[in-house]
Structures are given as C-alpha cells and as structure tokens.
C-alpha cells in the first residue's frame, strides 16, 4: 500500500498535489457556510431578540415527528373475527355441566338445601338462588343433557348474529340470556340455570390483529407530508417567544450556540471531496492536457472554485442571480464546452447538497450555462458575447416559464417578475464577468482564448504589420496558408481560430532575411545563385529557429509558438538537396544535413499548417492550373507527407485527410483560379476608367 502511495505521489507531483490539497480546503471552506452558520443562545421560554432565517431547505424534523406521532395514535385497534370463540364456549358450557354431574355423585341423598348450596357455589360456581339449585341438582342426566345442548345451540347462534369485542363482553352476556329467555322454557329453574351459564361462559368472537393494527399505522404515517421548510424562511422572529418546537428546530440546523455538528462537518468534506474528484476525473477524460500541463490544471481549479465563491456570494440575494453560465462561457473561451458545462452541472449538484437551492432554479441555472456554453464555442468576433447575452437570457425566461407552467396554476407566482428580472441580471454577468476575468488568466496562466486571438489576426499587429510591409510575398502567402489551414480545421472539428492565427505567424521567421526567400524576390538577383547548396539549406531552415526567437521577443503566446516550430517538420529541402546531388554525383550529400530540425507535428492543427503551408506553395508555381491539376498535387503532397511520417504524432486519421484535402482543393480552386485573357488594348483602357 504504501508503495502504491509513493507511486501515486510521484505521478501527480508535488506542485499538483498541493494545488488539489489547497483546492480542497477552499471546496470545503465554502460548502462549510452552507451548513454551519451564524449561532444563537436561546432557551425554551426565552424571546429572541432577532429574525432566525433557514439557511437552507431542510424537512422540519420536529413538527413532521409530531405529525406522525398524532398520526399514529389516531389509528384505532383494527379487529378480526376469533373463529375459536364457538368452541371456547362450548368447552366452558360443558365444563359448567360436567361440575354439576359431579356434583350430583358427591352428594348424599339426603343432603340439605343448605349443604347443596354450599358444595354448588364451590364447585359449580354459578351464583344461583337456592331453590333453583336444588331443582338442577335432581335433574337426572338425560335432562342435564338437554340443557347442555340447548345452552351450545343458544351460544352459537348468538355468536353467529353479531361480533363482540372484549370492550363489548357485558353485551355479549345479556344476548345470551335474552336468547334463552326467549326459548320459553317449561321451569324457570332451567332458565336461570341456563342463563347463568352462558352469562359466566360467554367469550368474545373478535381480536386485536397486531400485524394488521401496525399495517394501519404505517400506512397513517407515509400519508403523512413533509413539512418543507425553504431555504431564507423566517423560523424565529423577532420578540417571538421560543417553544420547545422552535429549539429543536434549531438544534436540527445546527443555530444553537455551543452545539457541534460533526455529521455535517463530514459531509461537507466528502461532498468537498466528491465533487474533487469527479472534477478531475471529467477534466482527465474530456480534456487531458489540463492533466499534463499545470498550468491549465491551475487554472481549472481556480475557475471552479472561484465560481463556487460567487454563487455562494449571489445566493445571499437569489439562487436566480447564480451566474453558473459565466463559468461555462469562461471555459468555453478557455479550451472547451463540454468541460464547462461538466464542471457546470458539478457545482450545480455541490450547491444542492450543501445550499438546498430550489431544485426548480438549479434546472434554470443548467439550462442557462448549456446555451452559454455553445453560444461562445466559435468565437469569432465580438458581437457573438452580444448574442450570447440574448441567448442566455431567452433560455432562462423560457425554462423558468416552462417550469411554473408545469408545476403551478398558469397566473404568475408572487415572485414571477422578480425572478425574471435576476434571471436577464444573471445573463448579463454570465458574459461580462468572463470579459473581465479572462485577461487575467490569460496573463496569470499564459493560456489563449478566442478574444486574445482575434486581437493577434489584426492586421495592425507588429508583427503582421513588418511582414506586410519587409515581406509582402510571405505577408500574402500567410493570409492564403491562414485561409487554407483554417477550412482545413473546419472539415475536421479542429480549432480553427487557433490554426488561423498560427498561420499567420508560421513564417516571422523570414523577417531575419526576406530577400532569401523567393516569396520576397522582385526584379532582383536569387541569393541563393552565388551560395552553396549547403549553405542554402541553412539559411532557409533557419527561419524556425529565427521565428520562434521573434515569438518569444514579441511575447507571443506560446501556443503560437507550435505553428512556427512544426509547420515544416523535419521535412527534406528537396531543391537544395537534388541541387547538391547534381553538384557531387560521386559523392551523394546525407539528407540528414538537408532537412529541417522539427519537431513534427504534434497535433491536427499544426500538421494541418504543414499540409497548406506545402500545397499553397506548389499550387501557386503550377502553370495551366485546373481544378484536377489542382486536386491531384493537393493529394500527391498529402500523400508524399505521409509517407515521410511526418504526421505520425498528429492524431490525422485517413479520413482527416481526405476531409483536408478537399477543403484544400475548394478553398486553391477560388484563391488561383483561371482569369479570361482580355483583348489586345481592353485591359489599358479599363485600367485608365478606374
């Protein structure tokens, strides 16, 4: 285990480690105020001298016990019908017989009235009066007989009539006596007699059922309903005279002055934990540069937890004010929708968790960061934020319409307007904070978005200014390089801002020497005629070393810095290197010597650089171009650059290029299309109307 740990440890390093760590507390800091605030001392009986808000939606626990346990006791005892009442009795009612029977064997014959009530009230145990036990006691057995059967039939059709509970036994007792009275029997000894024994026999024929008495219970207590207590609701005003109630309240939200809450505390730092660690994994999956390089896992985390701090802040005044899309719109700029909108939804679980924010501005505030998110995915001028503004506020109204329409009545709620009012408010943040902050982080964390891009393609730029006016021919075969590059990237899903922009910049390198460059040769003498092919070589692969050296002098980004350093690779200087060949035939030069130092190209957008940069080239010295001329040179080169292996490391799938090459053959055919030649003389004469 411990192994495990030190490998762990030396894979994340520990600048990133600390970063996570102090990330970490930062989470658990923040989520910390959503569930511990502000403390009171109060007792029962005492007044509060303050308004006690809720600080977030909870269950009120005391008053929902209370209503269960009121619940409960309202349920009466649930009766069933005891089928052995019947036989109960008819075993009692012989039992009464089988005494007297013996009774009549114990007694002598000449036994007293006196001395036969005495052994009857011991024995048989029926209180009777004494010259009516006298008569049951000479009855002979076939009589007794009778009267059992009798008392069995009279007990069970009583019991067949109606049911009695053991509360209802005295009710039972009187229908049994009035349904022997009923029988009309010849001597009234025999009816008191039987009477007395289904009084003293009578048993009931219904139960408690314990199982279906708790059923009915457990079905009172789930129709019981939870008492919600909002989060910013009063629960003690002020002047208000605590109850008991009111301090179990508090007490279930931690208010009470001195009182520990460890279960919260660990829940906020595993939710802290949690959200961590679903951040990273979401990040290493989606976008695992931010794991392999620290600065834009810096800046990651510092955008997490820094819009986890203002939604915390603006949930003060409204959970409708959260701008949970400004992150989206931030990192959308940054690098990539879908990692903003990933982190998006894992702050918008974070403050359900530890908020308790309405579940019903939580889809609000997603639906929001998911427009926001793709309406800046592009970037490409600056009125697209404008609409940006418009599309987030338009997908808040609608989705805060949709829900009270589907769960309320159609009139407005009370806060109807008030929530479309932060809902637009919540819009114009969403994009002027990333405005304002992206500056920042772009100079903080060296990391380039789409406005700091489009600010680099201005032609004003220095750079782009010196080549326009020490360079034009390399100024000019940038602007159709950025061209290709860009429609190249668009046929492929690759960043084609970015791609642009570097195309721009791929050849400042030239600015060192422009003359030594055909693309710069006007009416003069080729330099290149008086030097050796070796020599040449070095002159011109030396604009990768010289462009990345005016990179970092003019403090370019440094993901420029790619375009410059890779657009050639370590591709061969074919014309010097055949030239050289034909010089020494008897002793062939190294094409080591003759190619550029690279690298090659590491992703999509700089190999797509390196395809354009070569096909422009060749396209432009054709002569007689026609669109098939055209396409099988763009494919012949695609081809040649391939089999070089110089896209080996760029991720370009067969498909890609196939995808570029057409682009390339589309975007060649307009830029060095066929002009109609004009008749001798026309083209003066239309050059003197201009």
């Not at 016990?65 to 019947?86: G, H, I, N």
């Not at 017989?97 to 048989?124: C, G, I, K, R």
């Not at 940038?478 to 061209?483: D, E, G, Q, W």
């Not at 695609?638 to 991720?651: F, M, N």
């Given at each position: 285990?411990?192994?495990?740990?030190?490998?762990?440890?030396?894979?994340?390093?520990?600048?990133?480690?600390?970063?996570?760590?102090?990330?970490?507390?930062?989470?658990?800091?923040?989520?910390?105020?959503?569930?511990?605030?502000?403390?009171?001392?109060?007792?029962?009986?005492?007044?509060?001298?303050?308004?006690?808000?809720?600080?977030r939606r909870e269950v009120n626990q005391p008053l929902y016990e209370a209503l269960r346990q009121q619940a409960a006791r309202s349920v009466k005892p649930v009766y069933?019908?005891?089928?052995?009442?019947?036989?109960?009795?008819?075993?009692?009612?012989?039992?009464?017989?089988?005494?007297?029977?013996?009774?009549?064997?114990?007694?002598?014959?000449?036994?007293?009235?006196?001395?036969?009530?005495?052994?009857?009230?011991?024995?048989?145990?029926?209180?009777?009066?004494?010259?009516?036990?006298?008569?049951?006691?000479?009855?002979?057995?076939?009589?007794?007989?009778?009267?059992?059967?009798?008392?069995?039939?009279?007990?069970?059709?009583?019991?067949?009539?109606?049911?009695?509970?053991?509360?209802?036994?005295?009710?039972?007792?009187?229908?049994?006596?009035?349904?022997?009275?009923?029988?009309?029997?010849?001597?009234?000894?025999?009816?008191?007699?039987?009477?007395?024994?289904?009084?003293?026999?009578?048993?009931?024929?219904?139960?408690?059922?314990?199982?279906?008495?708790?059923?009915?219970?457990?079905?009172?207590?789930?129709?019981?309903?939870?008492?919600?207590?909002?989060?910013?609701?009063?629960?003690?005003?002020?002047?208000?005279?605590?109850?008991?109630?009111?301090?179990?309240?508090?007490?279930?939200?931690?208010?009470?002055?001195?009182?520990?809450?460890?279960?919260?505390?660990?829940?906020?730092?595993?939710?802290?934990?949690?959200?961590?660690?679903?951040?990273?994994?979401?990040?290493?999956?989606?976008?695992?540069?931010?794991?392999?390089?620290?600065?834009?896992?810096?800046?990651?985390?510092?955008?997490?937890?820094?819009?986890?701090?203002?939604?915390?802040?603006?949930?003060?005044?409204?959970?409708?004010?959260?701008?949970?899309?400004?992150?989206?719109?931030?990192?959308?700029?940054?690098?990539?929708?879908?990692?903003?909108?990933?982190?998006?939804?894992?702050?918008?679980?974070?403050?359900?968790?530890?908020?308790?924010?309405?579940?019903?501005?939580?889809?609000?505030?997603?639906?929001?960061?998911?427009?926001?998110?793709?309406?800046?995915?592009?970037?490409?001028?600056?009125?697209?934020?404008?609409?940006?503004?418009?599309?987030?506020?338009?997908?808040?109204?609608?989705?805060?319409?949709?829900?009270?329409?589907?769960?309320?009545?159609?009139?407005?709620?009370?806060?109807?307007?008030?929530?479309?009012?932060?809902?637009?408010?919540?819009?114009?943040?969403?994009?002027?904070?990333?405005?304002?902050?992206?500056?920042?982080?772009?100079?903080?964390?060296?990391?380039?978005?789409?406005?700091?891009?489009?600010?680099?393609?201005?032609?004003?730029?220095?750079?782009?200014?010196?080549?326009?006016?020490?360079?034009?021919?390399?100024?000019?075969?940038?602007?159709?390089?950025?061209?290709?590059?860009?429609?190249?990237?668009?046929?492929?899903?690759?960043?084609?801002?970015?791609?642009?922009?570097?195309?721009?910049?791929?050849?400042?390198?030239?600015?060192?020497?422009?003359?030594?460059?055909?693309?710069?040769?006007?009416?003069?003498?080729?330099?290149?005629?008086?030097?050796?092919?070796?020599?040449?070589?070095?002159?011109?692969?030396?604009?990768?070393?010289?462009?990345?050296?005016?990179?970092?002098?003019?403090?370019?980004?440094?993901?420029?810095?790619?375009?410059?350093?890779?657009?050639?690779?370590?591709?061969?200087?074919?014309?010097?290197?055949?030239?050289?060949?034909?010089?020494?035939?008897?002793?062939?030069?190294?094409?080591?010597?003759?190619?550029?130092?690279?690298?090659?190209?590491?992703?999509?957008?700089?190999?797509?650089?390196?395809?354009?940069?070569?096909?422009?080239?060749?396209?432009?010295?054709?002569?007689?171009?026609?669109?098939?001329?055209?396409?099988?040179?763009?494919?012949?080169?695609?081809?040649?650059?391939?089999?070089?292996?110089?896209?080996?490391?760029?991720?370009?799938?067969?498909?890609?290029?196939?995808?570029?090459?057409?682009?390339?053959?589309?975007?060649?055919?307009?830029?060095?299309?066929?002009?109609?030649?004009?008749?001798?003389?026309?083209?003066?004469?239309?050059?003197?109307?201009?």
């Amino acid at each position: 285990m411990t192994r495990r740990l030190r490998s762990l440890y030396r894979a994340i390093g520990p600048q990133r480690l600390l970063a996570l760590l102090i990330s970490f507390l930062a989470i658990s800091l923040i989520l910390f105020t959503g569930l511990f605030t502000s403390q009171v001392s109060l007792r029962a009986g005492q007044t509060s001298t303050r308004d006690i808000y809720a600080p977030r939606r909870e269950v009120n626990q005391p008053l929902y016990e209370a209503l269960r346990q009121q619940a409960a006791r309202s349920v009466k005892p649930v009766y069933v019908t005891d089928q052995t009442a019947p036989t109960q009795m008819q075993q009692k009612i012989a039992k009464i017989f089988t005494a007297v029977t013996q009774l009549q064997a114990a007694l002598p014959a000449n036994a007293s009235a006196s001395a036969t009530q005495a052994a009857w009230t011991e024995q048989v145990a029926i209180s009777l009066p004494q010259a009516d036990i006298v008569q049951i006691v000479k009855l002979n057995a076939s009589d007794l007989g009778n009267l059992q059967r009798l008392a069995i039939a009279v007990a069970g059709h009583v019991l067949a009539q109606a049911n009695y509970q053991p509360a209802q036994i005295t009710a039972e007792r009187d229908a049994l006596a009035l349904g022997v009275e009923s029988l009309g029997l010849p001597q009234a000894a025999d009816t008191y007699f039987l009477t007395a024994v289904e009084r003293a026999s009578a048993t009931p024929n219904m139960h408690v059922s314990t199982s279906e008495t708790a059923r009915a219970v457990q079905q009172a207590l789930a129709s019981v309903p939870q008492p919600i207590i909002e989060q910013g609701q009063l629960i003690v005003a002020s002047g208000q005279k605590v109850t008991q109630s009111d301090i179990a309240l508090l007490r279930q939200y931690g208010l009470l002055h001195g009182q520990s809450n460890w279960p919260a505390a660990a829940g906020a730092l595993l939710m802290a934990l949690g959200g961590l660690g679903a951040l990273i994994a979401y990040v290493y999956r989606f976008f695992r540069q931010g794991m392999g390089d620290e600065r834009h896992l810096y800046l990651l985390l510092s955008v997490f937890v820094g819009e986890l701090l203002l939604a915390r802040i603006t949930l003060i005044v409204s959970p409708d004010l959260i701008p949970l899309a400004a992150m989206t719109v931030l990192v959308a700029m940054l690098y990539d929708a879908r990692v903003g909108l990933g982190m998006a939804v894992l702050i918008a679980l974070l403050l359900q968790a530890a908020f308790g924010i309405d579940p019903h501005a939580g889809v609000v505030l997603v639906a929001q960061a998911f427009v926001g998110a793709l309406a800046v995915q592009r970037l490409s001028d600056r009125s697209q934020l404008l609409r940006a503004v418009l599309y987030i506020a338009g997908m808040g109204l609608a989705a805060n319409g949709v829900l009270l329409l589907a769960g309320a009545p159609y009139a407005p709620t009370p806060g109807f307007w008030g929530q479309m009012g932060w809902i637009v408010v919540n819009a114009a943040l969403s994009v002027a904070i990333p405005l304002a902050v992206a500056p920042l982080f772009e100079n903080s964390f060296g990391v380039l978005t789409s406005l700091r891009l489009l600010e680099l393609s201005a032609p004003d730029q220095p750079l782009l200014r010196r080549l326009l006016l020490e360079a034009p021919g390399t100024y000019y075969h940038s602007l159709i390089v950025s061209n290709l590059t860009g429609a190249g990237c668009d046929a492929i899903g690759a960043q084609s801002l970015l791609a642009r922009v570097g195309a721009f910049y791929h050849d400042i390198g030239k600015l060192r020497r422009p003359y030594f460059f055909i693309d710069n040769q006007t009416d003069m003498e080729n330099p290149h005629d008086k030097l050796s092919p070796m020599l040449s070589t070095l002159v011109i692969t030396a604009h990768v070393k010289d462009g990345l050296e005016m990179a970092k002098e003019y403090r370019l980004p440094t993901e420029l810095w790619q375009f410059i350093g890779e657009h050639h690779g370590t591709t061969l200087v074919q014309y010097f290197f055949q030239k050289a060949v034909d010089q020494h035939p008897e002793t062939p030069p190294r094409e080591e010597d003759f190619r550029y130092e690279g690298p090659k190209p590491q992703s999509r957008e700089t190999a797509v650089l390196m395809l354009a940069d070569t096909c422009e080239a060749a396209v432009r010295a054709m002569r007689g171009r026609t669109t098939q001329g055209v396409e099988a040179t763009v494919r012949r080169l695609v081809h040649e650059r391939l089999a070089d292996g110089q896209l080996d490391q760029s991720d370009l799938t067969l498909r890609d290029l196939d995808l570029i090459s057409k682009a390339f053959v589309r975007v060649l055919g307009a830029v060095h299309h066929t002009r109609v030649e004009y008749p001798e003389g026309l083209e003066d004469l239309l050059r003197r109307q201009r």
